[in-house]
Structure formats: structure tokens, C-alpha cells
């Protein structure tokens, strides 16, 4: 009877999970096979769904395309950048908040409200703000200019200013979000470890060290993993910034430089695109797993 009963329970448990079996199948798992299959079918012709052959020709076309490597170059630039920084700062911000007793919601609403604004509505707001016209320097130069510097093209100069610019704006994007998450952590954190270490006279950064970090990490490491797949996935907010034509810009991303060859100017090389999403995929996997990996060392459950 109780083993009628468990496998009952199993069975039950299966058909809750079926939905979203089939949810995930039909639409990751499914495609993400058929992206496999399409970069390595050479020539392929989306229009008469047929190919010249079978090989890894396309993988080596990527890999030695200049654009590609452009985007593999401003992509984990943008990663190794905004990711550390944003965290670093949004866990500043988040224990000064933590710390502030009055007015306390009304601040973490305000540092919430970039998060729910249009992502493209912010980039032009901040193309305005840096770029560089006949009419304008923009609000930026003006202030360099004040502090005695030259003004600079941040838009449709030099490659450093363009890199900082996207980084200053990606960073600000992200900030709410994990404002929000650390704000939460460190209220969930037992009040008795701080008052045990008041008593003993430890000091507030050792405090900091020895009981926040350790408690908040686990929620740390969740910004860290999500924050480089989504620097990794980086193209609307370059678009938003330096418009759709990245490759003469020279700020192209590598999720960029798949939907130029499916539906740019020079596009209609879906074999391509599905070569260059699998290299993605394999990138996103390995960071993920070194950072499961690391986790294991310097996460505390």
C-alpha cells in the first residue's frame, strides 16, 4: 500500500510538472538543438531548406571574422567592467540604505525607478547627454569643460569613450535591481549576530566582513551569475546608444552580431548566426560553471 502510495504521489508529481516540461522543450530545448544542427549545415538557404554540406566551415568563418571578434572584444570588456563595479556599488548604496531608519522606502523607490523606465528611452537620454554636435557639446563636455578639460565625442569618438560610455550606462541600468535584491538580503539578516558582536566591541568593518558579506553572499552570487549572462547578452542598449549600425561603430556585441546576420544589411546567413549563438552558449556555460564552482568555496548556505 505505501508503495502504491509514493508512486502515486510521484506520478501526481510528474503531471504538475508536465506543463512546464513541455514549456521548456518546446521552446529552449528545441530550438537550442535545431541552432546545433543549423551551424553545421555549410550553405545553408533558409528560403529552399537546403544545405551544400556538413562540416565545421562555419565555425571557422566566425571565429576569423573581424566583426566578430570586434564583438567578442566590446562583449567581455562590457562584462569584466560593469559586473564587479555594478555589484560593488549597489551593495555601497544597499548598506547605506540598510542603515538609514527614516525615509528609508521612499529612497529605495527612487533607486528603483531607472529599472521600470524604457531601456531605449534611457539610452537616448543619455546619447543627448554625451553626444557631441554642431549646435551642443552636451551636458557632459560642459562639465568638463568647467573642471578645465577638452570636450570629447563620447558617441562618435574615440573607441575608450564610447567603451565608457555603454559601460556608465549598462552599470546604471542594472543598478536598481540588485539595489532592491541586497537591500532585502541585509534586512533578512538575524539582528542577534550584530548585537552579540556590539557586546564583544568588534568593529563595524570587521562586522561588515565577519557577518554581512557572509550572509548576504548567497544573494551576492545570484547578482554576480545573472549580471554576467545579461552583460552577455548585451544589443539593445548599445542600439540604444550608438544606433543599429554597430559594426561601423565599432561597438557591436556578440548577440549584436548574430541578428546582423539574420536580419541586418548583411544578413540571410542563418548558419552563421546559429555558429555564433552556440559560441555564446559555450562562453555563458563556462563562466557560469567557474562561478558554480567558486560558489562552493565562498558562499555561505
Known sequence: MEKKKLNASGLKGWLYLLPTLLFLGVFMVYPLIDVFIYSFEEGYNSASQTYLGVGGYNYSYVLHDPYFLQAVKNTFLLVVITVPLSTGIALLISVGLHGIRPLRELFQTIYFLPYVTNTLAVGLVFMILFKKTAYSDGL??????????????????????????????????????????????????????????????????????????????????????????????????VVALFGTDLNAAQMNTIVGYVYDMLYGDSGGYPSYASAAAIILFAIVLTVTCINLLVSKKKVSY
Request: aromatic letters at 20%; hydrophobic letters at 50%; charged letters at 10%.
Open 140 to 237: 557632459i563636455n560642459l562639465l568638463i569643460n568647467w573642471f578645465g578639460g577638452n570636450s570629447v565625442d563620447f558617441i562618435d569618438g574615440p573607441y575608450w569613450a564610447k567603451m565608457f560610455v555603454l559601460c556608465f550606462y549598462t552599470i546604471w541600468v542594472v543598478m536598481p535591481f540588485k539595489i532592491l535584491i541586497l537591500t532585502s538580503a541585509l534586512s533578512s539578516v538575524n539582528q542577534e549576530y550584530y548585537q552579540a558582536a556590539r557586546v564583544d566591541g568588534t568593529s563595524k568593518f570587521r562586522i561588515f566582513m565577519r557577518i554581512t558579506l557572509p550572509m548576504i553572499s548567497p544573494m551576492i552570487f545570484y547578482l554576480v551569475v545573472t549580471g554576467f549572462i545579461g552583460a552577455f547578452k548585451a544589443y539593445s542598449d
